[in-house]
C-alpha cells in the first residue's frame, strides 16, 4: 500500500490474487510477512495524478453557518447535518472541518472528537490549539458528557441497560471498517441506555455514552438483540424492512447533548441538538402504529 499510493486497495489484493506480487519469485499470500533481505518485485502500475481538493461548496458552508448552537472565543458547538462526513478522506473529497475552515479562512480549527456520517447532532469544535489540548484532556478524563437519542429495533431488558463489552475494530479485504465484540482483543466500552418510550417491539432511548470506540452505539445496540433503526451494518434484513415501513431514510442516531467547560475556570456548560424533523415524523408514525395495535 506504501508503494503503490493512488492505487485503489480492491486493485492491490486481485494483483496478490494473480501472482503479480513475487517475493524470492515466488506467489504469495497477502498474510505473508516480509522479512530482512527478501526480494520484492510488484508490477509496473499507473497511479491517479494527483489533484487539488474539491472546495466545499458554498451551499454547505452556508447550512453549517446556520447550525451553530455555542461558539465562543476558543470553542464552537455545530449541529451538524446526517449523511456529511466530519472530514475528508476514504474517497470523501471533504467534511464539516473544511467546509468550516473554507468558511472561516486564517481561523485555527480542529475536531475535538468525530462523529460518524450518518449520524447529526452536536460535534465540537476547538478554535484554538490551548482548547484542542484542554478539551482532549476532559475526554480522556471522562469529564465530557454525550448523551445520544436513538431508536431500537427491540425491547431493553429493563428501564436502564449497561452494556460493558469490548470492541476490537477489523478491516474487511475491501476497505469497509467493521467493529464486533471481543472480549479477548478489544477495548473496554460502556454504553447505558434508558427507555423514554415503547412502541410495540421498538424504543426510543436516551444513551449515556462513557467511552468513545468507533461504532460503539451502533455495536453495542446489535449485540443486545436491538440494533439502531436504519443501520444497514449492523442490523439484519428484517430490521431494515422494519426501518423502511416507518419511513425511515437515514440512521436514527442523534448526538443530542454536550456538556463540557470551554475553558479551564469556566463552569460546565450543557449544549442540546434538537431531534431533527425527519426522525421526530419517524417517532409519530411509531406512537401512530403502537395505538393502531
Known amino acids: 500500500m506504501t508503494q503503490l499510493k493512488g492505487v485503489p486497495r480492491s486493485l492491490v ?12 519469485k515466488g506467489r504469495v499470500k497477502p498474510h505473508q510477512r516480509l522479512q530482512a533481505g527478501d526480494d520484492v518485485r510488484l508490477p509496473p502500475m499507473r497511479t491517479a495524478a494527483k489533484t487539488e481538493p474539491a472546495a466545499p461548496p458554498a451551499g454547505l458552508r452556508s447550512e ?4 451553530i448552537l455555542f461558539e465562543d472565543e476558543r470553542v464552537l458547538v455545530l449541529d451538524k447535518p446526517a449523511g ?17 475552515r473554507a ?60 452494556v460493558d463489552l469490548p470492541l476490537a475494530k477489523s478491516q474487511l479485504q475491501g476497505g ?27 424504543t426510543l432511548v436516551d444513551i449515556d455514552l462513557h467511552t468513545g470506540r468507533t461504532h460503539q452505539i451502533r455495536v453495542h445496540a446489535a449485540a443486545i438483540g436491538a440494533p439502531v433503526a436504519g443501520d444497514d451494518k449492523y442490523g439484519r434484513p428484517e430490521h431494515r424492512a422494519l426501518a423502511r415501513e416507518l ?5 436514527f442516531l442523534h ?22 424533523a425527519a426522525l421526530a415524523a419517524v417517532v409519530q408514525r411509531a406512537e401512530e402504529q403502537a395505538r393502531a395495535l
Open 13 to 24: 489484493y486481485r494483483l496478490l490474487r494473480r501472482g503479480e506480487v513475487r517475493v524470492n
Open 64 to 67: 453549517l453557518a446556520g447550525r
Open 84 to 100: 456529511v462526513a466530519v472530514h475528508g478522506g476514504s474517497g470523501v473529497a471533504y467534511g464539516v472541518i473544511e467546509a468550516l
Open 103 to 162: 468558511a472561516r479562512p486564517g481561523q485555527d480549527l480542529e475536531l475535538v472528537h468525530r462523529l460518524d456520517r450518518e449520524t447529526s447532532g452536536c460535534l465540537l469544535i476547538a478554535k484554538r490549539r490551548s482548547a484542542l489540548r484542554h478539551l482532549h484532556a476532559q475526554l480522556r478524563d471522562g469529564a465530557v458528557g454525550k448523551r445520544y437519542q436513538a431508536l431500537l429495533l427491540g425491547p431493553l431488558a429493563g428501564a436502564v441497560q449497561r
Open 176 to 202: 469497509e471498517r467493521m467493529v464486533q465484540v471481543d472480549s479477548v482483543a478489544g477495548k473496554p466500552a460502556l454504553t447505558v441506555f434508558r427507555r423514554v418510550a415503547a412502541y410495540g417491539g421498538m
Open 247 to 251: 419511513g425511515l431514510k437515514r440512521l
Open 255 to 276: 448526538a443530542a447533548e454536550l456538556r463540557f467547560r470551554p475553558r479551564e475556570e469556566a463552569p460546565a456548560v450543557a449544549v442540546r441538538a434538537p431531534l431533527p
